[in-house]
C-alpha cells in the first residue's frame, strides 16, 4: 500500500469516527463547523469542475439558490417531500443551467464575458427572490417549516447533527468521485483542449458545446444538491447567504486559494477559509467585526500573486517533484 | 393605469442616474481598454473616495468643494497603489486570475471598511432645493452632481485626444505591440492610465457622496451593474459605454417605477445578458 493510499484511509477513518469521539461540551459545534465544511467542499470542488477549464462562473450562487429555495418552498407550501422536492430543484437549476450556458458555447462567450454573464444570472436569481418577497419571505429569507414529530427521513430533518455529518460525508466523497472520474475521462482532454483554444479544439473533431454544456450542466446539478442539502441542514435560506454575489465569490475563493486543479484543492481551501473564518470570530468575538475577511482578502491577492496554484495545488506538485526527480515539470 | 406624470419624473431621474453610471464606468472602462484587466474593485476604490470625501468634511471641516478635489487626489494615489501593488506583477498571469486578484481586493476593502468603519451609512447632508418643473420634482443636489460629471467626461475627452500622453495611452489601447515599437514606454502609460482611472473613482466619489450614503457594502451594489455597462458599451469603447450607461439607467428607472425596483434591475441584467449573446463587441460594436 502506497503511502498516500494510507494516508488517505487514515484520514477517512478520522473522519468516520469523529461523531463517536468524546470531544466534551463542544462536541456538537465541532460536528457543526464540519458538516459545514463537508457542504462547502462539496459545492467547491462542483464548481472546480468547470473553473479548471477556463469556465469561471461567478454565479453559482444562482444554482445554490434555485436549489435550496425550490426544495424549500415546495415542502413550506405544498407539504412535498425533499425526496422529490430535491430533484425537482436539481432539474430547475439544470434548465437554468442549459439555458444559460447553450448560447455561451454558441456564440464563443468565454472568459470575463462569461464571468460577467454568470455574474449577471446570479444576480437575477437573487433579485427575483428578493421581488417575490410574498411567497419566498425576500430579504429576511425563510425558514423551514419543523416537521415537528415527523422529522425523519422522510422530511429529511433530523434534530440530530450526527445524521447530517454523515450525510455530509457521504455526498463530499460523491463529489470527489465525480471529481476523479472526470479527471480520468476523456472529457478531460477535450475540455483542455477547448480551454486553450476553442476553434483548434473544434477543428480536430471536438464537439465544443456539447462538452461544455455537459460540464456546465454536471456541475450546476451538483450545486444544486449542495444547496438542497444545506437548506435542509440550515433548516433557513437567505437570498444573501445562499445566492447572490457575495456566495459566487465564496466558492470560488476558496477553490482558488486551495487549489482548482487538484482533487482536494477545493476542500482543503473550504475547510482553512471556514476553520480561519469561525477561529476568528470565537477570538475576536464582536469585538473587530470584518477582521476575518479582511485578512481573507488579503490572503487572496497573495496567493493569485505568489502561490497560482493555491496551497493544496503547490504542495501536491512539490510532493512529485520529490517523488520523481528526474522528470523535468510539465510546462 | 400610472399616472404619465410619474413616467416622465421616471425618466427624468434616469438620465439624472445614467450621468453617475457613466461616470462609474468611464473610468474602469479606461483601465479595460488600456491595461486589459477588469478591475472587479473599481467601484470600492469610488467607495474609499467616498468615505475620504465623508471624513475630511464631517471630522476636518474641510469646505465641501476642496474635500471633493482631495478625494481625486485619493483616487489617483489608490489607482497607482492598486496598480503597484496588485497588478504589475500579474500583468502576465491568465485573465482569469487578473479578475481574481482584484476580486480578492473587493473582499479586502469591504471587511476592511466595516473594521475601521462599521456599516453605518455615512453621507454628506448638501440641503439644496427641489426643482418643481411642470409638477415634476427634480433634486438639485443630483442636477449639480449631472452637470459636474459632464464636465469631468468632457475634460476625460480632452485629456484623452488633445495632449501627448492621451493619444498614447488611446494607442496602446488599439495595439499594445506596436506602441512599444513606437518607443513609448506601456508600462509608464499604464501607471498613468490607473492614476487617471483612479482619478475618475475620485471624481465619482466625490460627487456620488452629496447623493448617496457610503457603506462598505456600496461597491457590491454598483459594481455589477457598472460592468454590464463596461460591457454593453464595448469594453474598452468610451462612447458606448456613455449611452449604455443612460439606457440601462432608464430601465432600471422606468422598470422600478412600472414594476418594482428589483424587478427594474433584473429586467436590466437579462436586457444584459440577451444583448451580449446578440452581440458580444457591445451595442455600438462591431461583430467579429
Redesign the interface.
Known amino acids: 500500500m502506497s503511502p498516500g493510499r494510507l494516508a488517505a484511509g487514515l484520514g477517512l477513518l478520522v473522519l468516520v469516527l469523529v461523531p463517536v469521539l468524546p470531544l466534551g461540551a463542544a462536541e456538537e459545534y465541532i460536528w457543526h463547523v464540519i458538516i459545514q465544511i463537508f457542504f462547502w467542499s462539496f459545492v467547491g470542488t462542483a464548481w472546480s469542475l468547470m473553473g479548471r477549464f477556463?469556465l469561471?462562473s461567478l454565479g453559482h450562487g444562482a444554482f445554490l439558490g434555485v436549489g435550496a429555495y425550490t426544495s424549500v418552498l415546495l415542502w413550506n407550501l405544498l407539504a412535498m417531500t425533499p425526496w422529490v422536492g430535491g430533484p425537482l430543484a436539481v432539474l430547475l437549476a439544470l434548465v437554468l443551467a442549459l439555458v444559460?450556458a447553450y448560447?455561451?458555447s454558441?456564440?464563443?462567450?468565454v472568459?470575463?464575458?462569461f464571468?460577467?454573464?454568470t455574474?449577471?444570472?446570479g444576480?437575477?436569481v437573487r433579485?427575483?427572490i428578493?421581488?417575490e418577497r410574498d411567497w419566498t419571505g425576500g430579504s429576511l429569507g425563510v425558514s423551514l417549516k419543523t416537521a415537528g414529530t415527523a422529522s425523519g427521513l422522510w422530511t429529511l430533518q433530523f434534530p440530530d447533527k450526527r445524521v447530517f455529518y454523515y450525510v455530509g460525508l457521504g455526498v463530499w466523497l460523491f463529489g470527489l468521485w465525480v471529481w476523479a472520474r472526470v479527471d480520468r475521462s476523456m472529457a478531460r482532454s477535450a475540455m483542455e483542449a477547448i480551454g486553450e483554444d476553442e476553434t483548434a479544439a473544434a477543428a480536430v473533431g471536438i464537439h465544443v458545446t456539447r462538452f461544455k454544456m455537459g460540464i456546465t450542466a454536471l456541475s450546476a446539478a451538483l450545486t444544486a444538491v449542495g444547496g438542497v442539502l444545506l437548506a435542509q441542514y440550515l433548516a433557513y435560506a437567505n437570498p444573501d447567504t445562499l445566492s447572490g454575489?457575495?456566495v459566487s465569490?465564496r466558492i470560488?475563493?476558496a477553490v482558488?486559494l486551495g487549489g482548482m486543479y487538484s482533487l482536494l484543492g477545493p476542500s482543503v481551501g473550504t475547510a482553512l477559509t471556514i476553520a480561519l473564518s469561525e477561529y476568528l470570530r470565537i477570538y475576536f468575538g464582536i469585538k473587530?467585526?470584518?477582521?476575518?475577511?479582511?485578512l481573507?482578502?488579503?490572503?487572496?491577492?497573495l496567493?493569485?500573486?505568489f502561490l497560482?496554484a493555491g496551497i493544496w495545488g503547490s504542495l501536491a506538485a512539490a510532493w512529485r517533484r520529490r517523488a520523481t526527480p528526474a522528470r523535468p515539470a510539465p510546462a | 393605469m400610472i399616472d404619465p406624470i410619474f413616467l416622465v419624473e421616471a425618466v427624468v431621474n434616469g438620465v439624472l442616474l445614467g450621468g453617475v453610471l457613466a461616470l462609474l464606468a468611464l473610468g474602469l472602462n479606461l483601465i479595460f481598454g488600456v491595461v486589459d484587466i477588469v478591475w472587479i474593485a473599481y467601484v470600492d476604490l469610488v467607495a474609499l473616495a467616498m468615505y475620504a470625501v465623508y471624513f475630511l468634511v464631517t471630522l476636518y471641516g474641510v469646505p465641501l468643494w476642496l474635500a471633493g478635489l482631495a478625494g481625486i487626489g485619493v483616487g489617483a494615489v489608490l489607482g497607482v497603489l492598486v496598480h503597484l501593488l496588485i497588478i504589475s506583477p500579474i500583468l502576465t498571469s491568465p485573465p482569469i486570475n487578473q479578475l481574481l486578484a482584484t476580486g480578492g481586493l473587493l473582499f479586502f476593502i469591504q471587511s476592511f471598511a466595516t473594521l475601521l468603519w462599521s456599516t453605518d451609512h455615512r453621507s454628506v447632508r448638501v440641503t439644496l432645493p427641489t426643482l418643481e418643473v411642470a409638477g415634476i420634482f427634480v433634486s438639485f443636489t443630483r442636477l449639480v452632481a449631472f452637470a459636474l460629471a459632464l464636465v469631468a467626461m468632457i475634460v476625460l475627452y480632452l485629456f484623452l485626444t488633445r495632449t501627448y500622453t492621451g493619444t498614447a495611452i488611446r494607442a496602446v489601447s488599439q495595439d499594445r505591440e506596436a506602441i512599444a515599437l513606437m518607443g513609448a514606454r506601456p508600462q509608464r502609460l499604464y501607471l498613468v492610465t490607473s492614476a487617471v482611472g483612479g482619478a475618475m473613482a475620485g471624481v465619482a466619489g466625490a460627487l456620488l457622496i452629496i447623493q448617496y450614503a457610503v457603506h462598505p457594502y456600496f461597491g457590491a451594489a454598483f459594481g455589477p451593474l457598472t460592468f454590464m455597462i463596461c460591457v454593453l458599451g464595448g469594453l474598452g469603447n468610451m462612447v458606448g459605454a456613455f449611452f449604455a450607461a443612460f439606457i440601462m439607467a432608464q430601465v432600471i428607472s422606468v422598470g422600478g417605477v412600472l414594476v418594482s425596483t428589483e424587478m427594474g434591475y433584473v429586467i436590466a441584467f437579462v436586457i444584459f445578458i440577451v444583448l451580449i449573446f446578440v452581440r458580444p463587441g457591445g451595442i455600438f460594436g462591431r461583430r467579429t
Request: aromatic share 10%; charged share 5%.
Open positions: 477556463g469561471v444559460v448560447p455561451c454558441r456564440f464563443q462567450v472568459g470575463h464575458y464571468a460577467l454573464v455574474l449577471a444570472v444576480e437575477v433579485l427575483l428578493i421581488a454575489i457575495g465569490l470560488v475563493f482558488v473587530l467585526i470584518g477582521i476575518a475577511e479582511t481573507y482578502g488579503l490572503a487572496l491577492i496567493f493569485i500573486i497560482p
